[in-house]
């Protein structure tokens, strides 16, 4: 199941990556360094939270980069 809907998603997750890539932007990578940290560290809060945000922030980067294709 968790394969099909990385297969589905995947050209979004690239849509919205290939902005911030492009532009040197290394904030990306944040959101994983985070989330080890705090797995590591065993704090679960901690763990949905930053998923919970690295979601918001790649949404928002999708639907940016999908409107700027539509205007372009």
Do not use: F, P
């Amino acid at each position: 199941m968790i394969q099909t809907l990385w297969h589905q998603c995947r050209a979004y997750k690239i849509v919205g990556a290939q902005g911030r890539l492009a532009d040197g932007d290394d904030s990306l990578w944040r959101y994983q360094a985070d989330l080890l940290a705090a797995a590591r560290k065993k704090r679960r809060r901690c763990c949905r939270d930053n998923s919970g945000t690295s979601l918001t922030d790649a949404r928002n980067r999708i639907k940016e980069a999908l409107a700027g294709q539509r205007e372009g």
